[in-house]
């Protein structure tokens, strides 16, 4: 599925998509979402920033930017920034092609994003791209169970759910993080195997001097 498509569906569900995601964040994703960004500071990148509903937990201080392909999830992040009073410069980007000057930002966010990026590894590597040397990308992610028999059925539904609600089910976005490039430093299993928690930043040989 190509980017325009992918744009097409999220307008089209955009005003229903925090009711799609309401058992996502029943399993525990509004929980971790505050622990996930609490530490971040300077200039903090989010990709597919949605309906905004990581705004709330940002901390104070920050020079907040955020992308998504759907202008009218954007409209709906806007609307929620107004309410909270917070200011974020929201853009329409594609992550896999990102306008952004490399190595402009001290944090890159994403949560539950790289399951629906038509070329993950590709988005991944602008994510590298667009992070400052020292700085941090943090994930939080569902991802494709590690059990063999959980594994096997979210491969056989996914085309299923791809084709209703969009986002894969059955990504292996910590291998995916690992192929473009970027070093997980902490990886962590939250709740169900199938979400996981992950800081990562550019690899050693990119931090040398």
């Known amino acids: 599925m190509g980017a325009q498509k992918v744009r097409q569906r999220f307008d089209r569900i955009a005003w229903v998509y925090d009711l799609l995601e ?3 964040e029943m399993m525990g994703a509004r929980r971790w ?4 960004l609490s530490t971040v500071k300077g200039r903090v990148l989010e990709v597919g920033i949605g309906t905004g509903k990581n705004l709330p937990y940002y901390p104070q201080g920050i020079e907040l930017t955020g992308i998504d392909i ?3 999830m954007l409209d709906k992040a806007r609307r929620r920034a107004e309410t909270l009073n917070r200011r974020v410069a929201l853009q329409v980007q594609d992550v896999e092609a990102m306008s952004f000057v490399s190595e402009s930002f001290d944090y890159v966010v994403s949560t539950f994003v790289f399951c629906s990026v038509p070329n993950p590894v590709a988005g991944l590597r602008e994510v590298k791209r667009v992070l400052k040397r020292s700085g941090t990308a943090l994930f939080l992610e ?5 059990n063999p028999l959980l594994g096997f059925l979210m491969d056989l539904l996914n085309p299923l759910v791809r084709g209703i609600i969009g986002p894969n089910i059955n990504r292996r976005t910590v291998e995916n993080i690992r192929s473009a490039g970027l070093e997980i430093r902490c990886l962590e299993v939250l709740g169900p195997a199938i979400l996981k928690r992950i800081r990562a930043g550019r690899g050693t040989l990119d931090n040398a001097p």
Request: no cysteine.
């Open 70 to 72: 759907s202008p009218l």
């Open 33 to 36: 979402r505050g622990p996930l």
């Open 142 to 146: 569902h991802v494709r169970s590690e």
């Open 22 to 24: 309401a058992p996502m």
